[in-house]
């Protein structure tokens, strides 16, 4: 069989630098000090305590929020490049068909009607949505609908994938159906850069880890280094459990 | 001599030509005013929902108080602005039904604008960085956010609708109630009434009631239907 290849980017936009990245809201500082390197072709999975600012950072390398100090710098200099692609903690399937949530990122894009035609044709089949393809999207079951949020962003042909707890509230299958999905991106040369608090699910993908405590991040390395050898006393209690908050 | 309801039921039965002119003026401004203010207030609520500038508290509170605005104050309003020595007396609209589509749209546009800034408003707050994200801005939400949000939309609006067509004030005093010219559904039912011709001002009345009637029915199967088969 053919494998279907991701169209050779132009230029590639990673990678993204982060450097001394802080986000505060008011006061509050939520993020401080980020220097981060998103190199193309990993899985870097972003860990941390909940509300240490795992979304917070997805946000700002996409490009949903500006970071209130430091620079957050693309390859190509485009302060925010269209060859990105994010799957929001919690995402929004648009009140219309599969097809339609599929078709209307790519209408944005400026694709002409017979090109996005065969992009939603092909995404559907790749995901195995084709059955479900004139269903409301709002109807589908949990597990449907991040499948789908995962092929909407898939579709716009991205080199980097940012994915915020992409299994977090799925059962057993479902999480594993997403795991296999992120597995063949990642083997179709799109890099990833995920969140979980998923020990296991961590242990199952990441190549490379960033550890996050209270909005710094405190360790970034691989991922076996990082699970075998922690080097912060916060990744050790984490590890063990005993970290939650 | 027969009582008005068994006029009325045999000028409904037999299709009155008086009766069903009357009917057809009455739906015809009703749609018109309804279409108009929905192609100014559908754009301007939305807008309103998304826009950012001073003073956007005042004028949402404003609409929404329009929103109770007494008809009568309406076709006051209107009267004035097309009387003979009104700003737009040369149009020669007072006492036609132009004047009167004007009227009932001041009624609905209110509505439309209000509904519509507060479902797109809901929308927006769930869909925002999402529609970012899919590379959305603003301006190009302002479509995606009407129709995601047509269902209730749509609902507000025929309700909308059964206010304007139920509404006599304004019609009264832009319209004139000239037979066969300006004569809608609720200034007939005004007018025979007084003259104790009641068998039309039943029939009207039967009428008048069977569309409301029907246009809620068909919000609430709309609405129905809806969460059947969008979630
Ligand atoms: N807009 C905001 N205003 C105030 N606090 C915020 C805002 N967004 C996020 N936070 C706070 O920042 C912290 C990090 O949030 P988040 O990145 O969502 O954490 P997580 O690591 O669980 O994904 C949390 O304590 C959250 O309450
Ligand atoms: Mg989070």
Same mark, same amino acid.
């Given at each position: 069989m053919k494998v279907d290849k991701v169209i050779a980017p132009a230029q590639s936009i990673l990678p993204l630098q982060l450097r001394a990245v802080g986000y505060s809201v008011g006061k509050t500082r939520l993020l401080d000090g980020i220097d981060l390197t998103v190199r193309a072709g990993k899985r870097l999975v972003v860990m941390g305590p909940n509300g240490a600012g795992k979304s917070l950072l997805l946000r700002l390398c996409h490009g949903l929020i500006a970071p209130t100090s430091g620079s957050v710098s693309w390859q190509t200099q *485009? @302060?925010? @490049?269209?060859a990105q692609a994010m799957v929001l903690q919690r995402p929004v399937v648009l009140r219309r068909s599969v097809r339609a949530n599929l078709d209307y990122p790519l209408a944005l894009a400026g694709y002409a009607r017979a090109a996005r035609d065969e992009m939603v044709q092909k995404t559907l089949a790749r995901f195995g949505l084709i059955a479900l393809a004139e269903r409301p999207a709002r109807l589908l079951s949990g597990g449907e609908q991040q499948r789908l949020a995962l092929a909407r962003a898939w579709a716009l042909r991205p080199q980097v994938l940012f994915l915020d707890e @992409?299994?977090?509230?799925? *059962?057993p299958s479902a999480t594993r159906a997403i795991e296999d999905l992120i597995g063949q991106f990642s083997a179709e040369g799109i890099t990833i850069v995920m969140t979980s608090h998923d020990l296991f699910q961590a242990r199952r993908l990441a190549q490379d880890i960033a550890f996050l405590h209270r909005g710094r991040l405190i360790e970034h390395g691989p991922a076996a280094q990082f699970f075998d050898a922690p080097q912060t006393p916060q990744a050790r209690d984490f590890l063990g459990g005993a970290l939650i908050w | 001599m027969d009582g008005p309801f068994l006029i009325a039921l045999g000028l409904i039965a037999s299709g009155d030509p008086a009766l069903t002119d009357i009917i057809a003026l009455s739906l015809k401004v009703t749609l018109t005013a309804v279409s108009i203010g929905c192609l100014i207030g559908l754009p301007l609520g939305a807008g309103l929902a998304l826009a950012q500038f001073p003073c956007r508290g005042a004028i949402v509170v404003a609409f929404n108080a329009l929103m109770g605005l007494p008809p009568v104050v309406a076709g006051l309003l209107v009267y004035l602005m097309l009387s003979r020595s009104g700003p737009l007396g040369d149009l020669a609209l007072l006492f036609t039904p132009t004047a009167m589509v004007i009227a009932q749209a001041i009624l609905i546009l209110p509505i439309v604008i209000s509904l519509t800034r507060s479902v797109v408003e809901d929308l927006w707050a769930e869909y925002r960085e999402q529609l970012r994200s899919l590379g959305a801005g603003r301006l190009r939400a302002v479509p995606t956010l009407l129709w995601d949000g047509r269902v209730s939309l749509v609902t507000g609006i025929l309700a909308g609708f059964g206010r304007a067509s139920a509404e006599v004030g304004a019609v009264l005093i832009v319209g004139g109630n000239i037979a066969g010219h300006t004569r809608t559904m609720t200034t007939a039912i005004t007018l025979e009434t007084s003259r104790g011709s009641l068998g039309l001002a039943v029939a009207l009345g039967i009428i008048l009631l069977l569309i409301t009637l029907s246009l809620n029915a068909a919000a609430w199967g709309l609405a129905q239907s809806a969460r059947g088969r969008l979630g």
């Open positions: *485009d @302060p925010r @490049p269209a @992409p299994s977090a509230a799925l *059962d | -």
